[in-house]
């Protein structure tokens, strides 16, 4: 497990190093890799047919040479297609969760986000959970969502899965309880005072996201805070 604590930081790729290829696909993940990043965190949502594909969106035509919804498709439309970077032009396949399970690493430390359309949606919690299983040690893998009842599910279904329940605000720590999540996920710009000594109080361990400059990874630092996601690689040299 990735060490954490008030002298050593670990810096996240969030969802790849995006330079070159789109976010989310396996070159993005190499190119992290490249850099020196020891984990990377990545969303997933499920296809028609239960899959999981690495993508931030649903919608296809936002990332994607596709149109519609990805819930709404089956897999071998969804293979069809082609994430596009949105000033390389770069293109490359949508990839699925168990084929960067099998590719990365096997010391990557890995954030899954998954990306829920409703808040009782448990197929994506255990489809995660059977993948990981299968493909990789427990130990390195967390799983984050801003759905407090799917991260409460992977808890039940696979309790050696640490959690990490996303907040946009400091009023979604109400249903902290329900996620029973071992981290809180924090949007950088929500951090302060009051939310540090609530997790303190608690032992809940705290990833912002996302520090982009290094003003706030220092500030970040300064706080004990163990690690932060990021999009900058420039980051990842002082996050000691």
């Known amino acids: ?29 190499r190119d992290a890799v490249s850099a020196g990043y020891s984990s990377i965190e990545f969303d997933v949502v499920m296809s028609k047919d239960k899959t999981l594909y690495c993508s931030h969106n649903h ?14 498709l089956g897999d071998s439309k969804i293979e069809e297609l082609l994430a596009i970077h949105p000033i390389t032009g770069m293109k490359e396949k949508i990839p699925r969760l168990d084929v960067v399970l099998g590719t990365l690493p096997r010391d990557m430390f890995l954030n899954i986000e998954i990306k829920s359309r409703k808040f009782f949606e448990i197929d994506i919690a255990l489809q995660t959970a059977q993948l990981v299983k299968r493909h990789v040690h427990e130990h390195r893998i967390m ?23 996303l907040i946009k605000s400091r009023q979604h720590l109400l249903l902290y309880g329900l996620s029973g999540s071992n981290n809180i996920h924090p949007r950088a710009d929500i951090l302060n005072d009051g939310l540090i000594q609530y997790c303190n109080r608690r032992k809940i361990e705290i990833i912002p996201w996302t ?30």
Request: charge should be positive; charged fraction near 25%.
């Open 1 to 29: 497990m990735i060490e954490q604590n008030q002298h050593k930081t670990f810096c996240m790729s969030h969802r790849g190093v995006k330079t070159k290829y789109p976010e989310n696909t396996m070159g993005a993940y």
């Open 59 to 72: 919608d296809l035509e936002r990332e994607t040479d596709g149109f519609g919804y990805i819930h709404e």
């Open 143 to 165: 799983v984050s969502s801003f759905n407090p009842l799917v991260l409460r599910a992977v808890r039940i279904l696979a309790r050696n899965i640490k959690t990490g329940y």
């Open 211 to 240: 520090v982009n400059t290094s003003p706030a990874k220092d500030h970040i630092l300064a706080q004990g805070i163990g690690g932060i996601i990021s999009d900058e690689k420039r980051l990842l040299s002082s996050a000691t």
